[in-house]
Protein backbone atom coordinates (compact mmCIF):
# COMPACT_ATOMS: atom_id res chain seq x y z
CA UNK A 1 0.00 0.00 0.00
CA UNK A 2 1.09 3.19 -0.83
CA UNK A 3 2.37 5.58 1.76
CA UNK A 4 0.20 8.85 2.41
CA UNK A 5 1.30 12.13 1.19
CA UNK A 6 -0.90 13.70 4.20
CA UNK A 7 1.11 14.03 7.31
CA UNK A 8 -0.02 16.06 10.18
CA UNK A 9 1.81 15.18 12.76
CA UNK A 10 5.86 14.93 13.62
CA UNK A 11 7.72 15.02 16.46
CA UNK A 12 11.27 16.98 15.93
CA UNK A 13 14.08 17.58 18.69
CA UNK A 14 15.13 21.79 18.17
CA UNK A 15 18.93 23.31 19.73
CA UNK A 16 19.16 26.58 19.21
CA UNK A 17 23.14 28.26 19.01
CA UNK A 18 25.65 28.26 21.65
CA UNK A 19 27.19 31.51 21.94
CA UNK A 20 30.90 32.50 21.17
CA UNK A 21 33.43 32.79 23.64
CA UNK A 22 34.69 36.46 24.57
CA UNK A 23 38.86 36.90 24.00
CA UNK A 24 41.10 37.28 26.64
CA UNK A 25 43.83 38.83 24.43
CA UNK A 26 46.99 41.41 25.43
CA UNK A 27 47.95 43.72 22.48
CA UNK A 28 51.32 43.89 22.47
CA UNK A 29 53.78 44.94 20.02
CA UNK A 30 56.71 46.69 19.26
CA UNK A 31 55.62 49.87 18.49
CA UNK A 32 53.16 49.93 20.69
CA UNK A 33 54.52 47.87 24.00
CA UNK A 34 51.87 48.97 26.42
CA UNK A 35 48.99 48.20 23.93
CA UNK A 36 46.59 46.55 26.63
CA UNK A 37 43.23 44.33 26.11
CA UNK A 38 42.06 44.06 22.72
CA UNK A 39 39.78 40.69 23.20
CA UNK A 40 36.90 40.97 20.77
CA UNK A 41 33.39 40.20 21.96
CA UNK A 42 31.79 36.58 21.05
CA UNK A 43 29.20 35.90 18.49
CA UNK A 44 25.58 35.50 19.11
CA UNK A 45 24.37 31.52 18.51
CA UNK A 46 21.28 31.43 15.58
CA UNK A 47 17.98 31.05 16.79
CA UNK A 48 15.27 28.67 16.11
CA UNK A 49 11.85 30.25 14.15
CA UNK A 50 8.77 28.72 13.08
CA UNK A 51 7.44 30.52 9.89
CA UNK A 52 3.90 30.22 8.35
CA UNK A 53 4.19 29.38 5.00
CA UNK A 54 0.65 28.90 2.75
CA UNK A 55 2.40 27.07 0.14
CA UNK A 56 2.72 24.07 2.56
CA UNK A 57 -0.47 22.09 3.58
CA UNK A 58 1.04 19.08 5.16
CA UNK A 59 4.05 18.30 7.87
CA UNK A 60 5.31 16.11 4.90
CA UNK A 61 8.64 18.03 4.43
CA UNK A 62 9.65 17.62 8.04
CA UNK A 63 8.54 13.69 8.17
CA UNK A 64 12.47 12.82 8.05
CA UNK A 65 14.08 15.94 9.73
CA UNK A 66 13.86 14.94 13.23
CA UNK A 67 16.53 17.43 13.91
CA UNK A 68 17.26 21.09 13.96
CA UNK A 69 20.25 22.40 14.86
CA UNK A 70 21.20 26.07 14.54
CA UNK A 71 24.51 27.59 14.41
CA UNK A 72 27.04 28.29 17.40
CA UNK A 73 28.58 31.71 17.78
CA UNK A 74 32.12 32.20 16.44
CA UNK A 75 34.50 33.25 19.29
CA UNK A 76 36.07 36.36 19.57
CA UNK A 77 39.62 37.05 18.11
CA UNK A 78 42.23 39.72 19.09
CA UNK A 79 41.95 43.23 17.93
CA UNK A 80 38.94 43.60 19.25
CA UNK A 81 37.54 41.21 16.67
CA UNK A 82 33.86 39.98 17.15
CA UNK A 83 32.55 36.46 16.75
CA UNK A 84 30.56 35.60 14.10
CA UNK A 85 27.26 35.29 14.72
CA UNK A 86 25.65 31.53 14.14
CA UNK A 87 23.16 31.77 11.10
CA UNK A 88 18.96 31.58 12.56
CA UNK A 89 16.99 28.39 10.99
CA UNK A 90 13.24 28.78 10.02
CA UNK A 91 11.32 26.29 9.95
CA UNK A 92 8.23 26.64 7.41
CA UNK A 93 5.10 24.89 8.05
CA UNK A 94 1.17 25.05 7.42
CA UNK A 95 -0.79 27.75 8.41
CA UNK A 96 -2.96 26.28 11.88
CA UNK A 97 0.15 24.15 12.55
CA UNK A 98 0.26 24.12 16.11
CA UNK A 99 3.22 23.21 18.70
CA UNK A 100 3.58 21.52 22.04
CA UNK A 101 6.42 20.53 24.40
CA UNK A 102 6.91 16.86 23.66
CA UNK A 103 7.87 16.05 27.52
CA UNK A 104 5.39 18.25 29.45
CA UNK A 105 2.50 18.43 27.08
CA UNK A 106 2.75 21.69 26.97
CA UNK A 107 1.41 24.72 24.37
CA UNK A 108 3.85 26.40 23.26
CA UNK A 109 2.59 28.40 20.09
CA UNK A 110 -0.11 28.45 17.51
CA UNK A 111 1.46 29.33 13.68
CA UNK A 112 -2.35 30.18 11.92
CA UNK A 113 -1.50 33.04 9.14
CA UNK A 114 0.65 33.13 6.43
CA UNK A 115 4.41 34.76 7.70
CA UNK A 116 3.83 34.97 10.77
CA UNK A 117 6.97 34.12 12.67
CA UNK A 118 7.37 32.84 16.10
CA UNK A 119 10.62 32.69 18.05
CA UNK A 120 10.81 29.20 18.99
CA UNK A 121 14.34 28.56 20.90
CA UNK A 122 16.72 31.72 21.42
CA UNK A 123 20.13 31.66 20.79
CA UNK A 124 22.82 32.14 23.32
CA UNK A 125 24.39 35.34 24.03
CA UNK A 126 28.16 35.71 23.39
CA UNK A 127 30.62 36.10 25.82
CA UNK A 128 32.17 39.71 26.71
CA UNK A 129 36.07 39.95 25.57
CA UNK A 130 38.55 41.19 27.95
CA UNK A 131 38.66 44.66 26.51
CA UNK A 132 35.37 45.40 27.87
CA UNK A 133 36.54 45.04 31.43
CA UNK A 134 39.19 47.71 31.09
CA UNK A 135 38.94 50.49 33.83
CA UNK A 136 41.48 53.38 35.33
CA UNK A 137 42.09 50.73 38.26
CA UNK A 138 41.71 47.38 35.59
CA UNK A 139 43.64 48.22 32.57
CA UNK A 140 45.05 44.85 31.67
CA UNK A 141 42.02 42.61 32.61
CA UNK A 142 43.13 38.76 32.23
CA UNK A 143 39.40 37.27 31.94
CA UNK A 144 36.59 36.80 29.25
CA UNK A 145 32.91 35.68 29.51
CA UNK A 146 32.15 32.42 28.10
CA UNK A 147 29.37 32.74 26.02
CA UNK A 148 25.56 31.84 27.00
CA UNK A 149 24.13 27.70 26.89
CA UNK A 150 22.20 26.49 24.03
CA UNK A 151 18.45 25.68 24.25
CA UNK A 152 16.80 22.44 23.35
CA UNK A 153 13.27 21.12 23.05
CA UNK A 154 11.66 18.71 21.73
CA UNK A 155 8.33 19.38 20.01
CA UNK A 156 5.57 18.11 18.48
CA UNK A 157 3.91 20.06 15.28
CA UNK A 158 0.34 19.15 14.92
CA UNK A 159 -1.55 20.39 12.20
CA UNK A 160 -5.18 21.59 12.23
CA UNK A 161 -6.66 22.46 8.98
CA UNK A 162 -7.90 25.78 8.60
CA UNK A 163 -11.57 26.31 6.92
CA UNK A 164 -14.41 27.60 6.92
CA UNK A 165 -16.85 24.38 7.01
CA UNK A 166 -16.13 21.44 8.45
CA UNK A 167 -18.25 17.93 6.75
CA UNK A 168 -19.38 15.68 9.49
CA UNK A 169 -20.63 12.23 8.63
CA UNK A 170 -20.40 8.31 9.02
CA UNK A 171 -18.44 6.38 6.05
CA UNK A 172 -20.19 7.18 2.85
CA UNK A 173 -22.15 9.78 4.06
CA UNK A 174 -21.60 11.07 0.78
CA UNK A 175 -19.08 14.16 1.72
CA UNK A 176 -16.05 13.32 -0.79
CA UNK A 177 -19.33 14.10 -3.28
CA UNK A 178 -20.70 17.21 -1.88
CA UNK A 179 -16.99 18.76 -2.03
CA UNK A 180 -16.54 17.20 -5.49
CA UNK A 181 -19.95 18.97 -6.61
CA UNK A 182 -19.61 22.18 -5.11
CA UNK A 183 -15.70 23.17 -5.55
CA UNK A 184 -13.10 21.83 -7.95
CA UNK A 185 -11.49 19.20 -5.61
CA UNK A 186 -11.50 15.19 -6.72
CA UNK A 187 -11.12 13.31 -3.95
CA UNK A 188 -11.34 10.00 -4.01
CA UNK A 189 -15.19 8.65 -4.45
CA UNK A 190 -16.39 4.90 -3.99
CA UNK A 191 -18.57 2.72 -2.43
CA UNK A 192 -17.07 1.01 0.51
CA UNK A 193 -16.38 2.78 3.67
CA UNK A 194 -13.58 4.56 4.54
CA UNK A 195 -12.83 5.92 1.39
CA UNK A 196 -11.46 9.27 2.22
CA UNK A 197 -7.97 8.36 4.22
CA UNK A 198 -6.63 11.78 4.40
CA UNK A 199 -8.32 15.88 4.65
CA UNK A 200 -8.54 17.31 1.39
CA UNK A 201 -10.01 20.96 1.26
CA UNK A 202 -12.01 22.37 -1.34
CA UNK A 203 -13.03 26.41 -2.53
CA UNK A 204 -17.03 26.61 -2.73
CA UNK A 205 -18.08 29.60 -4.94
CA UNK A 206 -20.64 31.70 -3.84
CA UNK A 207 -22.57 34.71 -5.54
CA UNK A 208 -20.82 37.61 -6.31
CA UNK A 209 -17.25 36.20 -6.57
CA UNK A 210 -17.36 35.30 -2.88
CA UNK A 211 -16.45 31.78 -1.43
CA UNK A 212 -15.67 29.82 1.55
CA UNK A 213 -12.78 26.97 2.39
CA UNK A 214 -14.82 22.95 2.90
CA UNK A 215 -12.62 20.75 4.74
CA UNK A 216 -13.75 16.61 4.06
CA UNK A 217 -12.41 14.62 6.86
CA UNK A 218 -12.43 10.95 6.82
CA UNK A 219 -15.95 9.45 8.14
CA UNK A 220 -16.06 9.14 11.79
CA UNK A 221 -18.00 5.63 13.46
CA UNK A 222 -19.37 5.59 16.71
CA UNK A 223 -16.47 5.20 19.16
CA UNK A 224 -14.25 7.67 17.43
CA UNK A 225 -13.47 8.97 20.76
CA UNK A 226 -11.65 5.92 22.16
CA UNK A 227 -9.97 5.37 19.26
CA UNK A 228 -12.00 2.98 16.90
CA UNK A 229 -11.93 3.21 13.20
CA UNK A 230 -9.49 6.03 12.24
CA UNK A 231 -10.20 7.22 15.50
CA UNK A 232 -8.62 10.84 16.73
CA UNK A 233 -6.22 11.12 14.13
CA UNK A 234 -8.33 13.33 12.33
CA UNK A 235 -11.02 14.72 14.68
CA UNK A 236 -8.23 17.40 15.42
CA UNK A 237 -9.25 19.16 11.96
CA UNK A 238 -12.66 20.12 13.08
CA UNK A 239 -11.31 21.54 16.02
CA UNK A 240 -10.67 24.86 13.36
CA UNK A 241 -13.55 24.87 11.37
CA UNK A 242 -16.01 27.88 12.06
CA UNK A 243 -19.06 25.89 11.32
CA UNK A 244 -19.84 22.41 11.63
CA UNK A 245 -21.70 20.56 8.52
CA UNK A 246 -23.17 17.39 9.59
CA UNK A 247 -23.81 15.08 7.23
CA UNK A 248 -26.57 11.74 7.26
CA UNK A 249 -27.62 9.71 4.51
CA UNK A 250 -31.77 9.79 4.00
CA UNK A 251 -32.18 6.38 3.22
CA UNK A 252 -30.93 5.93 6.75
CA UNK A 253 -33.02 3.84 9.83
CA UNK A 254 -33.15 6.98 12.11
CA UNK A 255 -31.48 10.09 10.97
CA UNK A 256 -32.00 11.80 14.31
CA UNK A 257 -29.93 8.89 16.22
CA UNK A 258 -26.97 8.83 14.00
CA UNK A 259 -26.93 12.77 14.15
CA UNK A 260 -26.59 12.69 18.45
CA UNK A 261 -23.87 9.97 17.87
CA UNK A 262 -21.56 12.21 15.92
CA UNK A 263 -22.44 14.76 18.23
CA UNK A 264 -21.85 12.62 21.07
CA UNK A 265 -18.25 11.93 19.56
CA UNK A 266 -17.36 14.64 19.29
CA UNK A 267 -18.76 15.62 22.93
CA UNK A 268 -16.10 13.00 24.12
CA UNK A 269 -13.58 14.29 22.02
CA UNK A 270 -13.74 17.90 23.24
CA UNK A 271 -16.94 19.57 24.38
CA UNK A 272 -15.96 22.96 23.06
CA UNK A 273 -17.04 21.63 19.91
CA UNK A 274 -20.27 21.66 20.53
CA UNK A 275 -20.16 25.15 20.71
CA UNK A 276 -19.77 26.37 17.29
CA UNK A 277 -22.72 26.17 14.61
CA UNK A 278 -24.16 23.24 13.38
CA UNK A 279 -26.15 22.75 9.88
CA UNK A 280 -27.35 19.22 9.18
CA UNK A 281 -27.69 18.36 5.74
CA UNK A 282 -29.90 15.12 4.95
CA UNK A 283 -28.14 13.87 2.00
CA UNK A 284 -28.73 11.48 -0.99
CA UNK A 285 -32.30 12.77 -1.47
CA UNK A 286 -32.54 11.89 -5.21
CA UNK A 287 -33.67 8.48 -3.72
CA UNK A 288 -36.74 9.90 -1.65
CA UNK A 289 -40.14 11.56 -3.27
CA UNK A 290 -41.25 14.71 -1.84
CA UNK A 291 -44.14 13.01 0.29
CA UNK A 292 -41.61 10.81 2.05
CA UNK A 293 -39.05 13.71 2.59
CA UNK A 294 -42.00 15.51 4.48
CA UNK A 295 -42.72 12.62 6.63
CA UNK A 296 -39.48 13.06 7.54
CA UNK A 297 -39.26 16.27 8.62
CA UNK A 298 -41.43 15.30 11.61
CA UNK A 299 -38.33 13.35 13.02
CA UNK A 300 -35.62 15.49 12.75
CA UNK A 301 -33.53 17.34 15.35
CA UNK A 302 -35.69 20.43 16.41
CA UNK A 303 -31.46 22.28 17.70
CA UNK A 304 -30.23 22.42 14.22
CA UNK A 305 -31.16 23.75 10.83
CA UNK A 306 -32.19 20.98 8.17
CA UNK A 307 -31.31 21.22 4.05
CA UNK A 308 -32.71 17.78 2.15
CA UNK A 309 -30.05 17.69 -0.73
CA UNK A 310 -28.86 15.41 -3.22
CA UNK A 311 -25.32 16.09 -4.60
CA UNK A 312 -25.41 13.25 -7.84
CA UNK A 313 -28.98 15.99 -9.32
CA UNK A 314 -28.01 19.18 -7.49
CA UNK A 315 -31.11 19.07 -5.81
CA UNK A 316 -30.79 21.56 -2.73
CA UNK A 317 -27.22 22.34 -3.46
CA UNK A 318 -28.21 26.59 -3.58
CA UNK A 319 -30.36 26.47 -0.59
CA UNK A 320 -27.47 24.42 1.43
CA UNK A 321 -24.65 27.46 0.22
CA UNK A 322 -27.26 29.45 1.25
CA UNK A 323 -27.69 28.30 4.85
CA UNK A 324 -24.07 27.86 4.88
CA UNK A 325 -23.10 31.63 4.02
CA UNK A 326 -25.66 32.95 6.58
CA UNK A 327 -24.45 31.01 9.43
CA UNK A 328 -20.49 31.76 8.33
CA UNK A 329 -21.57 35.30 8.68
CA UNK A 330 -23.75 35.73 11.30
CA UNK A 331 -22.42 37.82 14.26
CA UNK A 332 -22.67 35.10 16.58
CA UNK A 333 -20.56 32.54 14.78
CA UNK A 334 -16.96 33.15 15.81
CA UNK A 335 -13.82 31.27 14.35
CA UNK A 336 -12.75 29.49 17.95
CA UNK A 337 -9.08 28.80 17.96
CA UNK A 338 -8.65 25.49 20.42
CA UNK A 339 -5.30 25.31 20.81
CA UNK A 340 -4.50 24.10 24.63
CA UNK A 341 -6.24 22.05 27.24
CA UNK A 342 -5.89 25.01 29.75
CA UNK A 343 -8.58 27.67 28.90
CA UNK A 344 -11.11 29.78 30.80
CA UNK A 345 -13.75 27.78 29.86
CA UNK A 346 -12.97 24.53 30.76
CA UNK A 347 -11.68 26.41 34.00
CA UNK A 348 -15.28 27.73 34.12
CA UNK A 349 -16.53 24.08 33.42
CA UNK A 350 -14.58 22.48 36.31
CA UNK A 351 -15.80 25.17 38.76
CA UNK A 352 -19.36 24.81 37.80
CA UNK A 353 -19.04 21.19 38.09
CA UNK A 354 -17.06 21.49 41.42
CA UNK A 355 -19.66 23.53 42.85
CA UNK A 356 -22.50 20.99 41.94
CA UNK A 357 -21.06 18.09 43.49
CA UNK A 358 -20.87 19.98 46.64
CA UNK A 359 -24.74 21.16 46.58
CA UNK A 360 -25.37 17.45 45.84
CA UNK A 361 -23.27 16.94 49.16
CA UNK A 362 -25.43 19.64 51.01
CA UNK A 363 -22.51 22.05 51.29
CA UNK A 364 -23.33 26.18 50.90
CA UNK A 365 -21.90 27.52 47.88
CA UNK A 366 -21.33 31.37 48.44
CA UNK A 367 -21.04 32.51 44.45
CA UNK A 368 -19.29 36.39 43.99
CA UNK A 369 -19.07 38.24 41.38
CA UNK A 370 -16.71 40.89 40.50
CA UNK A 371 -18.91 43.63 42.29
CA UNK A 372 -18.55 41.55 45.38
CA UNK A 373 -15.32 41.21 44.80
CA UNK A 374 -14.71 44.88 45.31
CA UNK A 375 -16.08 44.32 49.20
CA UNK A 376 -14.11 41.56 50.35
CA UNK A 377 -10.80 42.11 52.04
CA UNK A 378 -7.85 39.80 51.52
CA UNK A 379 -5.27 38.89 54.54
CA UNK A 380 -1.80 39.06 53.62
CA UNK A 381 -0.06 37.13 56.35
CA UNK A 382 -2.48 34.46 58.30
CA UNK A 383 -1.38 33.72 61.87
CA UNK A 384 -1.19 30.68 63.62
CA UNK A 385 -4.62 29.37 64.91
CA UNK A 386 -5.20 26.60 67.88
CA UNK A 387 -7.92 24.27 66.91
CA UNK A 388 -10.21 22.66 69.32
CA UNK A 389 -12.04 19.25 69.07
CA UNK A 390 -16.06 19.78 69.17
Not at 7 to 29: A, E, N, P
Not at 258 to 268: T, V
Request: hydrophobic share 35%.
Amino acid sequence: MAESNFVDYVKIHCRSGKGGKGSMHLRHVKYNPNGGPDGGDGGRGGNIYLRGNHNYWTLLHLKYQRHVFAEHGGNGGRDKCHGTDGKDIYIDVPCGTVVYNAETGKFVCDVAEDGQVVLLLKGGRGGLGNFQFRSATNQAPRYAQPGEPMQEMTVILELKLLADVGLVGFPNAGKSTLVSSLSNARPKIANYPFTTMEPSLGIVGYRDNKSFVMADIPGIIEGASEGKGLGLRFLRHIERNSLLLFMVPGDTDDIKREYNILLNELRQFNPELLDKHRVLAVTKCDLLDDELIEMLRDTLPDDVQTVFISSVTGKGLDELKDVLWEELNSESNKLQSITAEDTLVHRDKEMSRFAKEMEDEGEDILILDDEDMDDVEFVDEIEDFEYEDE
